[in-house]
């Protein structure tokens, strides 16, 4: 399956397929015609395809040199930057080179930003190694750091050259990782897709989810390139993806990103959210309820443990607070969301 994101100079495919990882010199050589690739990873993804790939790319004629970092949202800062940008500049990588980013959401915005910065810019590849990021972060051109008052405080919008997605690569997944890709796999059904929501409501189990993978990351990966291609600076439209996100993104922050996953996060947003909004006469009836459901069947939280006024000040950090106003992402029903205008007041039950 394969996919276009059509913005024009900067168009790019997206290609989905079981079995990709083992032909990524083929591809490459699609996009990019030069020798040298630096590839950026973390030590989990590095154990199972990091020799892998590597390799390959060696016997196909690539000068090849690879990164990993330690995983965890803590090495998406902005401190881990000097040391990546001095490895590259080890390498002699120049500006007609290749970076390509090897993980799940935190090295693909972490090389994504790293490629964007060095030498004023560098192309890179995108191969997603989560549902997360295959489902989301991977697609769109955003990527960032994180500074210690926010996530995402540091980025830049740089697409890739391409994305290269397997599905089989979530059989390596920790569960609980594939679980958090699950937040926003549902979150696309939410904004955009009630049939897609449906459909995820209807899965027997996770094997048949994962047997379907393929139509799965097709369909959000499609949703996600039509929001972009319409909005690709996140002044509109865009926004609708950020369902969950803002409440989300204050919980894991409250926690220091310990105790709860973004997906997780995401999740709780999403259901917290569509409560007070149904509180509120903004939502359809029994909107919520649906969430909570679906969110119980694929084992994420739904509720926060600790009182929503705690979360505030983290709330008001969020990039996505314009001014004095708060966008807030609202569904009017199941597959129908709106940006809300409003203020951190919204969360005061």
Not at 138 to 147: F, I, Q, R, T, Y
Not at 197 to 206: I, S
Request: hydrophobic content about 35%; proline content about 2%; glycine content about 8%.
């Amino acid at each position: 399956m394969e996919l276009k994101v059509d913005l024009k100079d900067r168009s790019y495919p997206i290609i989905i397929e079981k079995g990709l990882i083992n032909r990524v010199s083929e591809e490459i050589r699609k996009v990019y015609k030069g020798k040298k690739i630096f590839i950026i990873t973390d030590d989990n993804v590095n154990k199972y395809y990091g020799g892998k790939i590597s390799g390959e790319l060696k016997k196909n004629d690539f000068e090849v040199k690879l990164l990993a970092l330690k995983p965890g949202e803590e090495t998406k800062n902005f401190n881990t930057l000097p040391i990546v940008y001095n490895e590259l500049l080890d390498f002699n990588l120049t500006r007609s080179d290749l970076i390509i980013a090897l993980g799940g959401g935190v090295i693909g915005d972490l090389a994504g930003f790293v490629a964007s910065t060095y030498l004023r810019g560098v192309d890179f590849v995108q191969i997603p190694t989560s549902l997360l990021a295959q489902v989301d972060s991977s697609v769109g051109g955003k990527v960032a750091v994180d500074l210690e008052r926010g996530k995402n405080l540091v980025g830049s919008f740089y697409h890739p050259k391409c994305v290269l997605i397997d599905p089989e690569v979530l059989n390596t997944l920790d569960n609980r990782f594939f679980i958090d890709g699950m937040a926003e796999v549902i979150k696309y059904g939410c904004i955009k897709d009630k049939q897609f929501f449906d459909y995820l409501e209807k899965m027997e189990n996770n094997q048949q989810l994962i047997n379907n993978m393929e139509v799965v990351i097709h369909k959000c990966c499609d949703i996600k390139r039509q929001v972009v291609e319409n909005d690709e600076k996140d002044k509109g439209e865009r926004m609708l993806l950020n369902f969950g996100h803002t409440l989300g993104h204050a919980i894991e922050q409250y926690y220091n990103y310990t105790k709860y996953s973004h997906g997780e996060g995401v999740a709780i947003g999403m259901y917290v959210i569509s409560k007070i909004s149904e509180e509120k006469g903004l939502t359809k009836k029994g909107t919520s309820q649906r969430i909570k459901d679906i969110l119980v069947k694929y084992n994420l939280p739904y509720e926060l443990d600790v009182n929503i006024e705690e979360t505030l000040e983290a709330i008001n950090l969020d990039k996505k607070k314009l001014g004095n106003d708060l966008n807030v992402i609202i569904l009017k029903e199941i597959g129908n969301s709106e940006i809300y205008k409003t203020t951190a007041e919204f969360f005061k039950i």
